[in-house]
């Protein structure tokens, strides 16, 4: 038997093995061992499993004379072999006599071979137990079939892909190298060095919002030799990008696909290791290597009136040794696939928390602090991860940060758009500056303290890229966020830019507009068109120097007869009202 057919059914992806505790590696080594046993069983018998069979009569001696009757009447002996030879027994009368034996078991022999191959082929098929000749065969279809459901998860369409994705961004999690300079600043909490030769800024990125933000407003220009550093950061960004979409993805509260196949997986295993052991144990005493076969249940006797024989089972001493090494495998087997099924279901619903690994593996530079637990399939991959290895764990959790990966973004938007690039994009001498595409706000927007009106168009953005200190260097009269994602209104507008006279957040997912709106006493025009703006709206009439508001008629269908009211109130107030086609 081609035993490499069988690899098929292990787990062929190496990479697999970080997802494999010790429990399971335990399994496969010993299914793969009950296994080899079955075969060399298979083989043994083979070579060795032919019955030696020789014809018998039972010869009872009483009183000198002797008798046809069989010992116990176990074993039937032909009447008419012994009526015809009855010199045959009054050979071994003698030997009884002297040994104080009334019955003897006399062995003959077959007038030709052919008669013999007759023999132990009929009382092979006969006079074995059905169990001690298939012994070999059903040894090797329970090993097959505890290497089938032993690695049957790794196998199955739905859980192998996400298992397969999962380990492909765990790898690539702990082997991202993370050695170059500002990578290793911004992602591993090292030094900065020589990130401005003129400012000679040496304090580190994650000392603090303040600090990081004064660190970037001092630098002036990025080093030639950062190339390699930026392709780096964006790699990294890029991971925990995909990283993001593949939670998303496969952690769901109610979704246990995963953890429901592995644990059904471990039942099964319960269950065949189970029936393997109480069925190979029921007909253990089957095996035997002395058998009594009569030809004349079969068809008849062979000439010479020979129909009983006894046979030798050579190979059932063999059988019996490899029963009871199955037994020593086959026990633990099912002992821990019961580990396996209990720790399965005290998972099974249970969030993974990354707070242990924080504690331990926490640089003071590198925050995981913020990593939320997870849920569904996701949590359990994390479990049998954390089994594995902690360090792949922690690899994995930083990339998972959202912290980490802001502030990979600072760093990139840092490198690609310098202080240089940015004047020289301005214009009416510095104070105007228009953005388009960007996945964040860069950090040296604020060092252009000229600047007034600033406008970012299809941008992303999120509350996170308003950092109050940050905006505070800057002193803006015009701020246009137009198409940037934006979910509510950034707090970090009304209490920086007191000063502000426009404001443009058209073509976002704004829904309420916040009562501190009316800190902005110097606002004279206000766009919200293009948002699903419900809530709120009435604290606009506290603007007082307001004088053009932009509105589409989808605002205007969406509000309640109250809301319009306090609309029409603040169209009062406002005298100056321009309704912007929808």
Same mark, same amino acid.
């Given at each position: 038997?081609?035993?490499?057919?069988?690899?098929?059914?292990?787990?062929?992806?190496?990479?697999?093995r970080?997802?494999?505790?010790?429990?399971?590696?335990?399994?496969?080594?010993?299914?793969?061992?009950?296994?080899?046993?079955?075969?060399?069983?298979?083989?043994?018998?083979?070579?060795?499993?032919?019955?030696?069979?020789?014809?018998?009569?039972?010869?009872?001696?009483?009183?000198?004379?002797?008798s046809?009757?069989?010992?116990?009447?176990?074993?039937?002996?032909?009447?008419?072999?012994?009526?015809?030879?009855?010199?045959?027994?009054?050979?071994?009368?003698?030997?009884?006599?002297n040994?104080?034996?009334?019955?003897?078991?006399?062995?003959?022999?077959?007038?030709d071979?052919?008669?013999?191959?007759?023999?132990?082929?009929?009382?092979?098929?006969?006079a074995?137990?059905?169990?001690?000749?298939?012994?070999?065969?059903?040894?090797?279809?329970?090993?097959?079939?505890?290497?089938?459901?032993?690695?049957?998860?790794?196998?199955?369409?739905?859980?192998?892909?996400?298992?397969?994705?999962f380990?492909?961004?765990?790898?690539?999690?702990?082997?991202?190298?993370?050695?170059?300079?500002?990578?290793?600043?911004?992602?591993?909490?090292?030094?900065?060095?020589?990130?401005?030769?003129?400012?000679?800024?040496?304090?580190?990125?994650?000392?603090?919002?303040?600090?990081?933000?004064?660190?970037?407003?001092?630098?002036?220009?990025?080093p030639?030799?950062?190339?390699?550093?930026?392709?780096e950061?964006?790699?990294?960004?890029?991971?925990?990008?995909?990283?993001?979409?593949?939670?998303?993805?496969?952690?769901?509260?109610?979704?246990?696909?995963?953890?429901?196949?592995?644990?059904?997986?471990?039942?099964?295993?319960?269950?065949?290791?189970?029936?393997?052991?109480?069925?190979?144990?029921?007909?253990?005493?089957?095996?035997?290597?002395?058998?009594?076969?009569?030809?004349g249940?079969?068809?008849?006797?062979?000439?010479?009136?020979?129909?009983?024989?006894?046979?030798?089972?050579?190979?059932?001493?063999?059988?019996?040794?490899?029963?009871?090494?199955?037994?020593?495998?086959?026990?633990?087997?099912?002992?821990?696939?019961?580990?396996?099924?209990?720790?399965?279901?005290?998972?099974?619903?249970?969030?993974?928390?990354?707070?242990?690994?924080?504690?331990?593996?926490?640089?003071?530079?590198?925050?995981?602090?913020?990593?939320?637990?997870?849920?569904?399939?996701?949590?359990?991959?994390?479990?049998?991860?954390?089994?594995?290895?902690?360090?792949?764990?922690?690899?994995?959790?930083?990339?998972?940060?959202?912290?980490?990966?802001?502030?990979?973004?600072?760093?990139?938007?840092?490198k690609k758009?310098?202080?240089?690039?940015?004047?020289?994009?301005?214009t009416?001498?510095?104070?105007?500056?228009?953005?388009?595409?960007?996945?964040?706000?860069?950090?040296?927007?604020? @060092?252009?303290? *000229? %600047?007034? &009106? $600033?406008? #970012?168009?299809? +941008?992303? !953005?999120?509350?996170?890229?308003?950092?109050?200190?940050?905006? @505070?260097?800057? *002193? %803006?009269? &015009? $701020?246009? #966020?137009?198409? +940037?994602? !934006?979910?509510?209104?950034?707090?970090?507008?009304?209490?920086?830019?007191?000063?502000?006279?426009?404001?443009?957040?058209?073509?976002?997912?704004?829904?309420?507009?916040?009562?501190?709106?009316?800190?902005?006493?110097?606002?004279?025009?206000?766009?919200?068109?293009?948002?699903?703006?419900?809530?709120?709206?009435?604290?606009?009439?506290?603007?007082?120097?307001?004088?053009?508001?932009?509105?589409?008629?989808?605002?205007?269908?969406?509000?309640?007869?109250?809301?319009?009211?306090?609309?029409?109130g603040?169209?009062?107030?406002?005298?100056?009202?321009?309704?912007?086609?929808?």
């Amino acid at each position: 038997f081609p035993v490499e057919k069988l690899s098929q059914f292990e787990s062929t992806n190496p990479s697999y093995r970080i997802l494999k505790p010790w429990w399971d590696v335990l399994t496969d080594y010993l299914s793969a061992v009950v296994l080899i046993i079955a075969l060399s069983a298979g083989a043994m018998q083979v070579l060795q499993g032919h019955l030696i069979c020789l014809p018998a009569a039972e010869c009872n001696f009483n009183s000198n004379n002797v008798s046809h009757h069989s010992r116990n009447g176990s074993i039937p002996v032909s009447t008419s072999f012994v009526r015809t030879n009855r010199s045959f027994c009054q050979k071994y009368y003698a030997s009884a006599k002297n040994d104080s034996r009334m019955t003897i078991i006399a062995l003959t022999k077959l007038e030709d071979r052919r008669q013999y191959d007759f023999v132990d082929a009929q009382c092979g098929q006969e006079a074995v137990h059905w169990f001690a000749s298939y012994l070999p065969f059903i040894l090797f279809l329970q090993a097959v079939i505890l290497v089938i459901v032993d690695n049957f998860w790794l196998k199955f369409p739905k859980t192998s892909s996400t298992m397969d994705h999962f380990i492909k961004l765990v790898l690539e999690c702990f082997n991202s190298p993370g050695t170059c300079l500002h990578v290793s600043n911004v992602l591993w909490g090292t030094r900065i060095s020589e990130l401005d030769a003129e400012s000679n800024a040496t304090e580190d990125i994650e000392q603090g919002t303040g600090e990081r933000d004064m660190l970037l407003r001092n630098s002036v220009q990025i080093p030639s030799t950062s190339a390699l550093e930026l392709s780096e950061a964006i790699k990294a960004k890029t991971l925990c990008e995909k990283i993001r979409h593949f939670q998303k993805d496969v952690e769901h509260q109610n979704h246990q696909f995963l953890v429901g196949i592995y644990l059904a997986q471990a039942v099964m295993q319960c269950v065949f290791s189970l029936a393997s052991l109480i069925v190979n144990s029921c007909f253990y005493s089957s095996v035997r290597s002395r058998v009594d076969c009569d030809v004349g249940d079969i068809g008849g006797a062979i000439y010479g009136h020979y129909d009983y024989f006894k046979c030798s089972y050579a190979i059932a001493v063999y059988f019996r040794l490899t029963l009871n090494i199955f037994y020593v495998l086959i026990t633990p087997y099912f002992l821990l696939c019961v580990i396996i099924s209990a720790w399965t279901l005290s998972k099974f619903k249970k969030p993974f928390s990354f707070e242990e690994i924080a504690k331990k593996f926490d640089t003071g530079a590198l925050k995981l602090a913020d990593v939320k637990e997870v849920n569904g399939d996701l949590a359990f991959m994390l479990h049998l991860l954390n089994k594995y290895n902690k360090l792949y764990l922690y690899r994995f959790a930083v990339f998972l940060s959202q912290k980490n990966e802001k502030n990979l973004k600072d760093f990139i938007l840092l490198k690609k758009w310098s202080l240089d690039k940015l004047k020289r994009m301005t214009t009416e001498n510095g104070t105007k500056l228009n953005l388009e595409g960007l996945p964040g706000i860069p950090m040296a927007i604020f @060092q252009l303290s *000229k %600047l007034k &009106s $600033l406008t #970012l168009e299809d +941008c992303t !953005l999120t509350e996170e890229d308003f950092v109050s200190m940050a905006w @505070q260097t800057l *002193k %803006l009269r &015009s $701020l246009s #966020l137009v198409r +940037c994602r !934006l979910e509510s209104i950034p707090t970090a507008i009304f209490q920086n830019f007191e000063y502000l006279e426009t404001l443009d957040l058209s073509h976002n997912r704004i829904t309420s507009v916040p009562e501190n709106i009316a800190d902005l006493r110097y606002l004279h025009t206000l766009n919200i068109v293009g948002n699903k703006v419900t809530e709120g709206l009435e604290h606009i009439v506290k603007i007082d120097r307001l004088r053009k508001l932009d509105v589409d008629q989808t605002i205007d269908s969406q509000m309640s007869e109250e809301v319009k009211n306090k609309l029409e109130g603040v169209i009062n107030r406002v005298g100056l009202l321009r309704f912007s086609p929808p």
